[in-house]
């Protein structure tokens, strides 16, 4: 697919610095959905250094090298830089009836990856925040034909995945895509930015502003990844700037929602970015009635 490439904003989105330290010439580009899940869509200079480290190291490395890695070497996505030249591996180890191990070929393995469901995020209810992990319930995305085949060549195979839940990553990572989608598309000074805090890890209520339906919807054939923006206004408070996100839309997969940020209707620059953005269709016009 080839890379859609979105004017440099020359500063970085989340920090909001625009100063480069010495020796360095620009700012980085940013993946909106990762590179590792086919995502085409570059935001260019848009995340200092520390930034972007925070976001590889604290949300894409865990997801991407740890819970999709096995499905990713299966269906040979795509890695960036060094990894590019890293041997990937081959084989699983599991485990079988009596105890023991093997190791079962990666082409042979259904590649079984976690599929988080979320309630809807609280920002749209106040709801006080309790435990979290009531929030939340998964199912398994795993190629059926994969699995038969598996039970039925290795017959000593105990039929159990090793998985290892990270839904509040996850949640940050919807958060990244989210946001900086919104940035893209609607303008950074556009909106107010609320979300940015949680990318970076700074905020860890997470699911106040990213949320889901709690069940997965029908494959859409000939689509990859899905990304619309919404506004939501509950008539008291700001509009909201909403973004929903359906990875690997081929897929049975949930639509998840991410809150980016709100829309101060006395601000000129809110109202005047809201009209452009209502009238090139990328907002649902009837939120013009807002303004």
Same mark, same amino acid.
């Given at each position: 697919?080839?890379?859609?490439l979105?004017p440099?904003?020359?500063?970085?989105?989340y920090?909001?610095?625009?100063?480069?330290?010495?020796?360095?010439a620009?700012?980085?580009?940013?993946?909106?959905i990762?590179?590792?899940?086919?995502?085409?869509?570059?935001?260019?200079?848009?995340?200092?250094a520390?930034?972007?480290?925070?976001i590889?190291?604290?949300i894409?490395?865990?997801?991407?090298?740890?819970?999709?890695?096995?499905?990713?070497i299966?269906?040979?996505?795509?890695?960036?830089?060094?990894?590019?030249?890293?041997?990937?591996?081959?084989?699983?180890?599991?485990?079988?009836?009596?105890?023991?191990?093997?190791?079962i070929?990666i082409?042979?393995?259904?590649?079984?990856?976690?599929?988080?469901?979320?309630?809807e995020?609280?920002?749209f209810?106040?709801?006080?925040?309790?435990?979290?992990?009531?929030?939340?319930t998964?199912?398994?995305?795993?190629?059926?034909?994969?699995?038969?085949?598996?039970k039925?060549?290795?017959?000593?195979?105990?039929?159990?995945?090793?998985?290892?839940?990270?839904?509040?990553?996850?949640?940050?990572?919807?958060?990244?895509?989210?946001?900086?989608?919104?940035?893209?598309e609607?303008?950074?000074?556009?909106?107010?930015?609320?979300?940015?805090?949680?990318v970076?890890?700074y905020?860890?209520?997470?699911?106040y502003?990213?949320g889901?339906?709690?069940?997965?919807?029908?494959?859409?054939?000939?689509?990859?990844?899905?990304?619309?923006?919404?506004?939501?206004h509950?008539?008291?408070?700001?509009?909201?700037?909403?973004?929903? $996100? @359906?990875?690997?839309?081929?897929? =049975?997969?949930p *639509?998840? !929602?991410?809150?980016? +940020?709100? #829309?101060? $209707? @006395?601000?000129?620059?809110?109202? =005047?970015?809201? *009209?452009? !953005?209502?009238?090139? +269709?990328? #907002?649902?016009?009837?939120?013009?009635?807002?303004?």
């Amino acid at each position: 697919m080839t890379d859609y490439l979105y004017p440099p904003v020359q500063q970085c989105i989340y920090c909001k610095t625009k100063t480069l330290p010495a020796g360095v010439a620009r700012f980085t580009d940013e993946h909106i959905i990762p590179l590792a899940f086919g995502g085409s869509l570059i935001l260019r200079q848009a995340s200092c250094a520390a930034c972007a480290r925070i976001i590889n190291q604290q949300i894409e490395s865990p997801i991407l090298l740890k819970e999709w890695i096995n499905l990713r070497i299966k269906r040979d996505w795509p890695s960036r830089g060094k990894r590019r030249k890293t041997k990937r591996s081959t084989h699983v180890i599991v485990n079988n009836i009596d105890g023991t191990q093997m190791k079962i070929p990666i082409s042979e393995y259904a590649c079984p990856v976690p599929c988080y469901l979320f309630k809807e995020a609280r920002i749209f209810t106040k709801e006080e925040r309790g435990d979290d992990n009531f929030r939340w319930t998964m199912r398994i995305y795993s190629d059926e034909k994969d699995d038969a085949t598996m039970k039925k060549k290795y017959p000593l195979w105990d039929g159990n995945y090793n998985i290892f839940t990270r839904p509040f990553i996850f949640a940050r990572m919807l958060a990244k895509i989210g946001f900086s989608f919104a940035v893209a598309e609607y303008g950074l000074d556009n909106f107010n930015d609320n979300i940015s805090n949680i990318v970076l890890g700074y905020n860890d209520d997470v699911l106040y502003n990213v949320g889901s339906n709690m069940d997965v919807e029908r494959p859409l054939l000939g689509s990859s990844h899905i990304l619309e923006m919404y506004i939501f206004h509950d008539g008291k408070s700001c509009p909201l700037l909403v973004v929903e $996100i @359906k990875l690997l839309a081929e897929t =049975s997969s949930p *639509r998840y !929602h991410v809150v980016v +940020g709100d #829309i101060d $209707i @006395k601000n000129t620059r809110h109202v =005047s970015a809201l *009209r452009q !953005h209502c009238a090139e +269709g990328k #907002i649902p016009s009837s939120a013009l009635s807002l303004i």
